[in-house]
């Protein structure tokens, strides 16, 4: 925690934040038109309530339809059952509104949607319908990126359903949530770029928080990340996820992410 | 009969030759790009311009965004097409400066050069010169910053076709 708040106040002090490429959450950007993204997400999360460690597989597939409209669909693979099992699946999509550019800086808006499925049993109070919860959320983001620095941030509105067939949502719980966050981040290798084959490094830290509208309960996370880049084309991201504060119940809040990512440019007209 | 056969295979020839001298080459664009400042953002305009027809190469300044773009022989690639593929990659153009033969910039009376079916409105006076290349900067919505564009507005106020955005139609000026 103490080294959490000395990483975000380096972060303040360098006139904030990186690029925006972020690991749990979305930029306002998009990716390019006709570009097709393949990602392997990772994660692997400790368990609160029993022992041992939550793992979830989420294979990505993202493509940029035009400038401003972005398509991505998940699948959501996990070892709750102490095997791989697939569990289910989403579909996210995200147009981009409202730009201005300048020269190394821009300003962006975007309004977002996604819908999931999944047949797990529900074991926590917190909604998450990225891998957890059958459900829907739609929300909005903001880019901002000055130079080296991209400032994002984002509010949404999430609503769980049942996960059928087998577990319908807890009567007893509140099935929608305000979620809000809150990324920085910052390239901080290379200082002068000679070609495209160098590697970038960006840092990252990213503020995430839910509120059940119902009940108020609410959680705050923090997740500071590195991201390497690799020639201009190819994404790792490792991250670290941890409460900051919470008052629900959630199953395995604490843990580590690990990405790979792939762009394929021009794959369709 | 025979005569008439000449004279028509010499007036074809004729066309023939002016219609190629008039699908004038663009030798050279450079673009600057804005809105980004990472390489992964840069190699994807690279990645769209390079995939336009009739682009032949690329050369990219990664530190200030400046993409060189050169053209096949023949090419008759317009700016608009470029300016497609930077905004397909997420991005805008800051500024773009066309290299071409003096040759090719006859300007008519009214000040106005047609090329492949373009209109470019000359904005100051035509080159010096009658050889050698020129450099030239369009002044259109899309092709200077944002910012930089509400100020054009005001300041060409009185060129009837520049607030129009016609997208055919360029707003030029020569710079060197």
Redesign the interface.
Known sequence: MRKLSIIFTLFLLQGLAAQELFVVTDPASNVPAGSLGIRLGQSIFKEQMKSGYSYHLMPEVTWGSNKNLMLRTSMFVSNRNSQLVTEGGSLYAKYRFFSTDDLNSHFRLAAFGRYSFNNADIHQETIEIMGHNTGFETGIVATKLIKKVAISSSVSFEKALDNKPNYPFPSTQGDHATNYSLSFGKLMYPKKYTNFKQTNINLMVEFIGQTINENGKSYLDAVPAIQFIIQSQARIDIAYRHELYSSMLRSAPNGIYLNLEYTFFNITK | MKNTNLKFILIACLVLIASVKSYSQISKVEI?A???????C???I???LK?TVGVDSVS?D??T?TFLVYFKKDSKVMPRVLKEGV??????I?SFVITMPVENLKAASDKTISLNGSTFILLNEGPNGSTGETKLKIYDKGYV???EYKKLLKMFSKVASYPLENEDDYHIKIII
């Open positions: 600057i804005t809105g980004l400042t990472c390489s992964m840069s190699n994807a690279n990645k769209q995939a990219t990664l530190n965004n905004e397909k990659a997420g991005f805008f800051g910053t944002q910012k």
